[in-house]
């Protein structure tokens, strides 16, 4: 069975650029999270669709991101225009659960941004 | 609000010997608590987790996690640690504020050495 997968694997972009970030999750998984870790900090939560729908995007950090998953199945990350705080690591997770609290996520090994 | 620490940016043990990653979390109900671990180019693979019932949880690998509620804590222990074991481990509470998210920790970073 596939894992969730992530592309690209890396970016480098200059300020004021546009990236898209794509997620694959596990087929059939209806739970699509978006995570970033910033410098070696925390993995932050930037939001969770279910399906197709935004069911939480409260940690999406302004209006330059953007992530949509239409069909439910794969999702995109938007960042526009690009700044130089956006770079980090951003990982998406899926997961077969209803949203429970104790539900298994499984994760795609990341997109390395690096905004110039 | 809720948030996890774990104080040890990074750890080296020696092969063979004993590991305790440390996590204390803040949450004001009963928590839901994992611990992920990533090995270089993977994404992050859950070790254990923990949401009732016996306090002290097994997972994979050979590791285990012991929850303490007086201490707000969910160390992570492993009685023999090997060079493969070298990765980066995040503690994690499942919290529900309207809708379910998993908060992470700022991780910690194993080095083995032999």
């Known amino acids: 069975e596939a894992g969730v997968t992530q592309f690209p694997s890396h970016s480098v972009i200059e300020k004021g650029q546009t990236v898209t970030l794509r997620c694959d999750p596990i087929?059939?998984?209806?739970?699509l999270y978006w995570y970033r870790r910033v410098m070696g900090k925390e993995i932050k939560f930037l939001l969770h669709?279910?399906?197709?729908?935004?069911?939480?995007e409260s940690g999406m950090p302004n209006n330059r991101f953007l992530a949509e998953r239409t069909g439910g199945t794969y999702s995109t990350l938007k960042v526009q225009p690009a700044e130089l705080e956006d770079s980090g690591v951003y990982f998406c997770?899926?997961?077969?659960?209803?949203?429970?609290?104790?539900?298994?996520?499984?994760f795609g090994s990341g997109t390395q941004l690096s905004v110039l | 609000a809720q948030s996890v620490t774990q104080p040890d940016i990074h750890i080296t043990v020696s092969e063979g010997a004993s590991l305790e990653l440390r996590c204390n979390y803040s949450?004001?109900?009963?928590?839901?608590l994992f611990w992920y671990v990533q090995s270089p180019g993977q994404g992050l693979q859950l070790l254990l987790k923990?949401?009732?019932?016996?306090?002290l949880v097994q997972g994979i690998k050979g590791f285990e996690a012991e929850f303490k509620r007086s201490q707000s804590s969910f160390n992570l222990r492993k009685p023999s640690v090997h060079w493969s074991d070298a990765a980066e481990y995040f503690c994690?509470?499942?919290?529900?504020?309207?809708?379910?998210?998993?908060?992470f920790g700022a991780g910690t970073r194993l080095f083995v050495k032999a």
């Open positions: 997770a899926s997961s077969q659960d209803r949203g429970q609290l104790n539900e298994k996520l499984f």
């Open positions: 949450y004001g109900a009963t928590p839901y």
């Open positions: 923990y949401f009732s019932g016996d306090t």
């Open positions: 669709f279910v399906k197709e729908s935004k069911q939480d």
């Open positions: 087929s059939g998984h209806d739970n």
């Open positions: 994690a509470v499942g919290v529900d504020t309207g809708g379910f998210k998993t908060i």
